[in-house]
């Protein structure tokens, strides 16, 4: 282990790159983890508890105090170090300093990329939990939520009495892909697309769209992380999409667009 992952530090240029669905918990609240890089360690970052909502947006460069936490050995994952317990208390100890256009960065994200999911899981000396992936010959679909009434999307991630439910799409958007090892089928948690199925429900379709999937002219990286307690089991936290004659007109399809 070296000194960067044993030691606490502050980070002083972590890219904001996307965030997933919020969960609630009695000791942070609801709360968020982020990914996001470093130019300067060349490296992919996860950090929690960020409170949702927060209005740290994809780009957004922060200097973070970072400590390594209990009961997660990702070698990624890192705490906001902050003076309290609560993601309230973890985002008034970051400090925005700074915006950057995520287009600038792709060629940086195409040369990380894993050949597979099967090689992040298995990397020397320390097995990655994010990764981006070149994907091929994709394919989409949605899949439905149980319990779920979509006619009650009322709000985005609300709830309607203090306490109570939280509002989610009953729509799972899922896609289809290959990489050197094979094919996988995964689910996409980028907060962007969450709150487009809340909000557009009766838009749902146009997701594909908004995402460049459908136009034959972009390519595409997938920034995908694994779960604590199922290392095995990769979610997609983050697309990004190019155009192939031109690699400056990034899609970022983010929080800002969804409303």
């Given amino acids: 282990m070296n000194s960067l992952q044993a030691e606490p530090f502050v980070l002083n240029d972590f890219i904001m790159l996307g965030r997933t669905e919020p969960v609630p918990s009695t000791k942070h609240g609801l709360s968020i983890c982020a990914a996001g890089y470093s130019p300067t360690h060349r490296k992919l970052f996860r950090i929690y508890p960020l409170p949702f909502p927060n209005y740290i947006k994809a780009g957004t460069v922060c200097r973070i105090p970072l400590m390594r936490p209990k009961g997660d050995n990702r070698v990624e994952s890192w705490r906001i170090k902050a003076e309290g317990e609560t993601a309230q208390d973890a985002l008034a100890a970051i400090t925005e300093i700074d915006c950057v256009e ?110 460049r999937f459908t136009d034959p002219d972009y390519r595409h990286l997938l920034l995908v992380g694994n779960q604590n307690n199922q290392r095995t089991s990769w979610l997609i936290i983050k697309t990004f999409s190019v155009r192939k004659t031109n690699q400056q007109s990034l899609n970022f399809f983010g929080e800002e667009q969804a409303a």
């Avoid at 394919?139 to 309607?160: H, I, S």
């Avoid at 697309?193 to 429900?201: F, G, H, Y």
């Fill in 102 to 211: 995520l287009s600038k960065y792709f060629d940086v994200f195409k040369s990380m990329a894993m050949p597979s999911i099967h090689e992040a899981n298995n990397a020397k000396p320390d097995k990655l939990s994010l990764a981006f992936i070149e994907p091929k010959g994709m394919a989409w679909e949605f899949g439905r939520r149980e319990n779920v009434d979509p006619a009650e999307q009322m709000t985005l991630w609300d709830r309607v009495d203090p306490g109570g439910e939280l509002h989610k799409s009953d729509l799972l958007p899922y896609l289809h892909f290959e990489d050197e090892d094979g094919k996988h089928r995964l689910q996409i948690k980028e907060w962007g697309c969450v709150q487009w199925l809340v909000k557009q429900r009766e838009n749902a379709g146009q997701l594909w769209d908004n995402l």
